[in-house]
């Protein structure tokens, strides 16, 4: 079981929740050597790796979205590998992690002037069976719902992680939406309307 800190966990929801699955940019508040220290324990440990592309543009910590370049001046960009989004109980949305067109960076655009684009519809996807994430759902489905205690005993996973599950992969990535109420003698339940 893979444990996460809460930014490692920030960095590879805001990643798995990336339609290019790029890890950058990361969070405003970590920078430089911080930086350099999460992204390098999150590369070591295969939850994301380095891309290098063809593209000639200069990395810019202003900007936050090139990790570095190689030795010829390529840009080098970061993306969330299919261990990464099992790490945070996402799963890959094919065989293969890296993302179709990582020839070219990102565009040096700041993300905050380009146009506001509607959100798309939630796609509707299945969870594989007997995956972590199948049986989370079973237990939000189950008459009564699921403590976060009781999803912790069952998929091994932290409470952090079981809540990034609600949000990314339940209600972002299968647009079903988890409802919670507090209950006398079990405290927050959570579940989903059956189907």
């Known amino acids: 079981m893979t444990k996460l800190s809460d930014t490692q966990l920030v960095i590879l929801s805001a990643a798995a929740q990336r339609e290019d699955r790029n890890v950058l940019p990361l969070p405003g508040s970590l920078r430089g050597g911080a930086a350099a220290k999460v992204v390098g324990a999150l590369l070591k ?5 380095e891309t290098a592309t063809d ?9 936050n979205r090139i990790w570095r370049n190689d030795e010829d001046g390529g840009a080098i960009l970061l993306h969330i590998t299919n261990a990464g989004l099992a790490a945070i109980g996402v799963e890959p949305e094919s065989g293969d992690s890296a993302p179709t067109g990582t020839d070219e960076a990102p565009s040096a ?3 905050q002037d380009a146009p506001a684009e509607a959100d798309p519809a939630p796609k509707a996807r299945t969870p594989r ?4 994430q199948a049986k989370l759902i079973e237990m939000l489905r189950a008459e009564g719902g699921a ?13 952090h ?9 339940l209600k972002k990535k299968l647009g079903l939406e ?10 927050r339940v959570y579940s989903l309307p059956s189907d």
């Open 45 to 49: 440990r295969g939850l994301i790796a």
């Open 55 to 63: 593209s000639q543009t200069k990395a810019d910590a202003a900007l």
């Open 109 to 111: 655009e700041d993300p």
């Open 129 to 132: 069976a007997g995956t972590k």
């Open 147 to 159: 403590t976060i205690d009781e999803i912790v005993a069952a998929t091994g996973w932290q409470p």
């Open 161 to 169: 992680t079981v809540r990034g599950a609600f949000a990314g992969a």
């Open 178 to 187: 988890v409802t919670s109420e507090k209950l006398e003698g079990r405290g």
